[in-house]
């Protein structure tokens, strides 16, 4: 996957993705399971069911900020729990949430993106999100468990701030200073990092 500066734009290049290939890919899909095991095995109807799916995910997200558009998006969820397209849905309902102040519903969507998603960058990425979310709720075990299945490359800089993050809430000042220590290590340019580093000092007291 391509670096991005943010992760919302990590969330909009998946959204564009899906939005330019996704019909493509599901009937790419379908094409294949034609030429392995016949067309018997992939029904016309099915095939109805992912092209609507792929409606219904830009009608759904078209409207994202707007009023009521957290109930059309969490619709769709519903509607399409099984498609490629709830768990980008998801994490859109789990910003949303979040804006609301709604810790338990943003956790609530982004453990469905963990546990479901397919796309192993997707499921980091919500994993990345559940931590925060789990720090602002003081859950703070659980966000390190959160972070201990999280095994992609690309997010171990975040996960070793975020380490950092938990480890200075439960005053274990050693083990942020190595974590944050190691997050920098892998992101250098971060001054945010270095600040927290920097301020473990005073929090410890010393």
Do not use: C
């Amino acid at each position: 996957m391509e670096q991005f500066a943010t992760e919302d734009q990590q969330v909009e290049a998946i959204k564009r993705f899906w939005k330019e290939h996704g019909t493509a890919i599901i009937v790419g899909a379908a094409l294949g399971l034609g030429g392995l095991w016949g067309w018997r095995y992939y029904s016309d109807t099915q095939m109805a069911s992912k092209e609507a799916a792929s409606v219904e995910y830009q009608n759904a997200v078209e409207t994202y900020g707007e009023e009521g558009s957290a109930d059309k998006i969490a619709a769709f969820i519903n509607a399409n729990e099984d498609s490629g397209y709830a768990s980008i849905a998801s994490l859109l309902a789990a910003k949303q949430a979040v804006d609301a102040g709604d810790f338990d519903a943003a956790a609530s969507h982004l453990n469905r993106v963990v546990t479901f998603a397919e796309n192993e960058e997707l499921k980091a990425l919500a994993a990345i999100r559940l931590t925060r979310v789990q720090i602002e709720m003081n859950q703070l075990d659980a966000a390190l468990s959160t972070l201990g299945n999280i095994t992609n490359e690309a997010f171990a800089a975040e996960v070793s701030e975020l380490k950092g993050d938990v480890y200075q809430q439960q005053s274990k000042f050693d083990d942020a200073r190595l974590a944050y220590s190691g997050a920098l290590e892998k992101n250098a340019n971060n001054p945010l990092l270095q600040m927290k580093l920097d301020n473990l000092a005073v929090a410890a007291g010393q």
